[in-house]
């Protein structure tokens, strides 16, 4: 019954779509062939237009017959007019190259920043290139979620952590993809580089909240990363060295396509090795990390293209200190690869189907003195997913698509070579949605749409309904509001979480005894440009969780998920200003969040609200990018924001036995203090030069510029008497110096 009612509500749109005159077709990179989303083909003289999609492609539908002039517009990108005829009962199929620009004519960029926001109602939305991320000064290399913590809303607990916190929400909470495939663990050397590679990648989304019906699974924001599908037009590469890492990248065309590579490794194992500082009472561990991203395009025509694309990612560290005192190896990485095709059934309506596999895998051995410890954890996800877009009219944009997962999460551990505990669970997951983007009229933009989940450990079926709306003030000013509901089925338990640094984190599903955790997301804002060459964004969000968790955080044998956790609810609520610059030799931004987040469990803080970790009340950021001619550029970041809630010591206890006597520290309100303030400058300097030949650039780069090193957490030691409180800081002044070429 359910597929006749979806039948007869697609069969008369589908019967139109074959007399209709439709204009559509793919934005490219003249230079390289690769496909623009988000940019903007306006139909000059009318209402009409239209924004290509994640794959670069639009439709203008229902169109009269008649010649046309096309406006199409993109930030970074000059803008383009082209002629169109358009025939009586005729579909045109119009590819349009766009030629990239540095950002310099003020029109330009105010132009496309318009035309962008013209139907978009996504609330908290942030979208960068590679170019972007390249100017944000960084240790070494420029580094996605690094760059996305500069942003309002977006932050992380210390600064050797790359888990982003989103308007209040834990890192588990947030949906990353690469390429459209999951990601479990985006992080290298435990959490201080993420796994996404800045070579590699062509551009970023991060939707802070209320985002749409197409994605679910997490109660906090998604994250898109999309790579490069390489150059259509010429064969080329780059490669990079710097004090921490190298990188290499090559891309070219390859029959009606392109293909892409890109490598990069870090060498501290091999300083300390060399330097034979790996042995000893004060041995240093050997460690690296390396990661590799591929992808291969082929078009079959102008309505079929394939995609194969993978990635593979990998940490290893090994330390041994004195003579077999401690023997401690630790490993942790990420592989995903998915198929992925599009197919234009006809010009209104676009499909694609992806079929993708995301590994995580884990482990952790050691030998102390004799006692072995081994543990290991992983993830597996196999999953199929298909979207379609259907241009019923000018007006309406209808989605309709639908995600299967099925997982494996697994999770061992033994001590002394006796296997003390064992985990394994198969969930599946099915969800679909149904979406419309509607115009209501030159001012009015409204997106509604519900997802519907099913998981087959629950057996419960959820409807998470949302809205989202633009109404334009005018052409300068304009305000958005979205609300929606979300769920959440898989949780990560951060295993030996200290203060935001977890080697390790388990995912754990909800079983048939619990609820998936449950938010409520509400945004209001205001766009506007206050003067030709600035943009000033102003949010204000409230977000109600329900049925979240936390885990116990206590030694079990337990594999019953309910009794791992308690269950718990929480709020959070803010207030978020980015005024951004991307005109003229002197480019930044200023953002600051006023914000709360709170959390209770029955269980904890004698059932009282409290602050987790990553509440911080007060962030101020503030970034600048200077050209001073075409050879030389500079660049700076600075962040100050309140100091991370922490539960201070209010006594201490001894547990006296006749093998051993411990000290431990008796807790006092959780999270009921404050850690010093936190402050931070980050200064670069790159230069354009040529080396034998080639051309390319160096930098430098001096992170913590005036060698202020912040509090990462508050160490008890309790074998004095008093107890000793120390500061464990962070990061001193670290420069770091690179060069680049292009080949």
């Not at 609820?515 to 205001?526: F, I, Q, Y």
Request: charged residues 20%.
């Amino acid at each position: 019954m359910r597929y006749a009612l979806l039948c007869a509500f697609l069969l008369p749109m589908l019967l139109s779509a074959q007399t209709a005159s439709t204009l559509s077709g793919f934005v490219r990179d003249k230079q390289t062939g690769e496909s623009l989303p988000f940019a903007n083909v306006l139909v000059k003289g009318t209402s009409l237009g239209a924004s290509t999609n994640i794959d670069g492609y639009y439709a203008v539908s229902k169109i009269a017959p008649g010649k046309y002039q096309l406006k199409v517009s993109l930030v970074g990108y000059r803008d383009q007019l082209v002629d169109a005829v358009v025939k009586p009962g005729e579909n045109l199929v119009r590819n349009i190259a766009l030629v990239s620009t540095s950002i310099e004519v003020q029109e330009v960029v105010v132009s496309a920043e318009k035309d962008a926001e013209r139907t978009n109602t996504q609330t908290g939305r942030i979208v960068m290139n590679a170019q972007e991320l390249a100017a944000i000064p960084s240790i070494g290399e420029s580094d996605v979620f690094r760059a996305l913590q500069i942003m309002p809303g977006v932050k992380s607990v210390s600064e050797i952590s790359s888990g982003l916190y989103v308007r209040g929400g834990s890192a588990d909470q947030n949906l990353i993809l690469l390429d459209g495939t999951v990601v479990y663990n985006p992080s290298h050397l435990f959490g201080f580089f993420s796994t996404f590679n800045s070579d590699a990648v062509k551009d970023i989304e991060l939707m802070k909240g209320g985002y749409p019906a197409e994605y679910g699974g997490r109660l906090s924001s998604v994250l898109n990363v999309t790579n490069k599908d390489g150059d259509r037009n010429t064969t080329k590469g780059q490669a990079s060295v710097s004090l921490i890492s190298s990188r290499v990248t090559a891309e070219g065309p390859a029959g009606d396509g392109s293909w892409f590579l890109s490598a990069r490794r870090t060498y501290f194992d091999k300083f300390v090795s060399a330097a034979e500082l790996d042995k000893g009472t004060d041995a240093l561990p050997l460690y690296y990390f390396y990661d590799a991203n591929g992808k291969f395009n082929q078009d079959f025509g102008h309505d079929d293209k394939v995609s194969v694309f993978g990635y593979l990612g990998h940490d290893d560290m090994t330390f041994n200190l004195g003579e077999g005192e401690i023997d401690l190896g630790m490993d942790w990485g990420n592989k995903t690869g998915a198929v992925k095709w599009i197919h234009i059934f006809n010009p209104r309506f676009f499909s694609n189907f992806t079929v993708s596999y995301s590994a995580y895998d884990a482990g952790m051995h050691a030998n102390f003195g004799g006692m072995k410890f081994d543990q290991t954890n992983g993830v597996r996800d196999l999953s199929v997913k298909g979207d379609m877009h259907f241009y019923a009219t000018n007006d309406n944009l209808i989605k309709i698509g639908f995600w299967w997962s099925q997982y494996q999460l697994t999770f061992n551990q033994q001590i002394g070579g006796n296997n003390n505990y064992t985990y394994k669970e198969r969930p599946a997951l099915f969800s679909t949605y149904l979406q419309d983007d509607w115009t209501v009229d030159e001012r009015l933009n409204i997106q509604a749409g519900v997802r519907m989940e099913y998981q087959d450990l629950t057996k419960k079926v959820t409807a998470a309904p949302r809205l989202s709306a633009r109404y334009a003030i005018d052409e300068n000013t304009s305000v958005k509001t979205s609300a929606g509901v979300y769920y959440q089925y898989l949780n990560a338990v951060p295993v030996g979480d200290v203060n935001g640094f977890s080697p390790f984190d388990v995912w754990v599903p909800v079983n048939a005894k619990m609820k998936p955790g449950r938010s409520m997301d509400l945004v209001l804002g205001v766009d506007m440009h206050p003067f030709e060459e600035y943009q000033l964004t102003v949010e204000t969000y409230y977000k109600k969780y329900n049925d979240i968790l936390h885990w116990i955080g206590e030694p079990t044998t337990e594999t019953d998920i309910d009794k791992l956790f308690y269950v718990g609810k929480g709020d959070a609520y803010g207030l978020e200003t980015f005024l951004q610059k991307r005109i003229g030799d002197l480019t930044g931004s200023v953002g600051y969040t006023l914000a709360w987040t709170k959390r209770s469990f029955p269980q904890l803080n004698g059932g009282k609200e409290f602050y987790p970790k990553f509440d911080r009340r007060h962030d101020l950021t503030v970034t600048g990018n200077y050209k001073i001619n075409e050879n030389w550029a500079l660049s700076s970041t600075f962040t100050y924001g309140t100091g991370q809630s922490y539960t201070i010591g209010s006594g201490r206890y001894a547990i006296d036995t006749p093998e051993l006597s411990n000290t431990h520290v008796l807790p006092g309100e959780l999270y009921g203090s404050r850690l010093e303030p936190y402050h931070r400058l980050d200064v670069g300097v790159t230069k354009q030069a040529s080396f034998f030949g080639l051309r390319g650039s160096w930098f430098v780069q001096i992170y913590n510029l005036y060698n202020h090193r912040n509090v990462w957490f508050k160490e008890f030691d309790t074998m004095k008497n008093p107890t000793e409180i120390t500061d464990v800081r962070l990061l001193p002044i670290l420069p770091t110096f690179g060069i680049e070429c292009t080949f």
